[in-house]
T-cell receptor
Framework: QQQVKQSPQSLIVQKGGISIINCAYE??????FPWYQQFPGKGPALLIA?????SEKKEGRFTISFNKSAKQFSLHIMDSQPGDSATYFC?????????????FGKGTKLSVIP | DTGVSQDPRHKITKRGQNVTFRCDPI?????LYWYRQTLGQGPEFLTY????????KSRLLSDRFSAERPKGSFSTLEIQRTEQGDSAMYLC?????????????FGQGTRLTVV
């Protein structure tokens, strides 16, 4: 059972365009939703995160939109740059108790072309 | 603080051999996690330590896998009798426990290839 579904699998965007990646989750116990960026040969690095009590969070060119009723959230990368080319993972976490383990989506490979 | 360190970065082994990986977390991080990432997939949780205690294990962690964190600092992950299906990137992450909980910081991983 895949608890976090991510789409699209790959995305090609022109420089300066907007990249949009979508995720949906099933477990309503999740209460924290981070996005990770991973470059080849590197471990995932936290990009931005949101809690379900807000509908949007913006940090620089990166924005998370969150729809609690639909159990969906998305990452928007404004003014996409070639340096943004990487694999992006959405994740979900339950922070009430326990291990705080992350449940990841399958990833989106973003290519930003000049 | 140099981040989470994993060693080795790459390991090629023959099927049936045992392998051991090491993870050094960020100092003072009392939570340590192991994840496995196969090609084209997101990381999957394997196990978690709080200090030296292994508190949770995923069903992905078969009997051939064992993890330790003997003094609550570095951790090792051993795979016995490796199989080709064990080929993956093994990621370690660390964080601080609540209420000062921090995000999970990942190491660069150990890429295992079983031939």
């Amino acid at each position: 059972q895949q608890q976090v579904k991510q789409s699209p699998q790959s995305l090609i965007v022109q420089k300066g365009g907007i990249s949009i990646i979508n995720c949906a989750y099933e477990n309503t116990a999740f209460d924290y939703f981070p996005w990770y960026q991973q470059f080849p040969g590197k471990g995932p690095a936290l990009l931005i995160a949101i809690r379900p009590d807000v509908s949007e969070k913006k940090e620089g060119r990166f924005t998370i939109s969150f729809n609690k009723s639909a159990k969906q959230f998305s990452l928007h990368i404004m003014d996409s740059q070639p340096g943004d080319s990487a694999t992006y993972f959405c994740a979900a976490q339950f922070r009430g108790a326990g291990s705080y383990q992350l449940t990841f989506g399958k990833g989106t490979k973003l290519s930003v072309i000049p | 603080d140099t981040g989470v360190s994993q060693d080795p970065r790459h390991k090629i082994t023959k099927r049936g051999q045992n392998v051991t990986f090491r993870c050094d977390p960020i100092s003072e991080h009392n939570r340590l996690y192991w994840y496995r990432q196969t090609l084209g997939q997101g990381p999957e949780f394997l196990t978690y330590f709080q200090n030296e205690a292994q508190l949770e294990k995923s069903r992905l962690l078969s009997d051939r896998f064992s993890a330790e964190r003997p003094k609550g600092s570095f951790s090792t992950l051993e795979i016995q009798r490796t199989e080709q299906g064990d080929s993956a990137m093994y990621l370690c992450a660390s964080s601080l426990r609540a209420p000062k909980h921090t995000e999970a910081f990942f190491g660069q991983g150990t890429r295992l290839t079983v031939v």
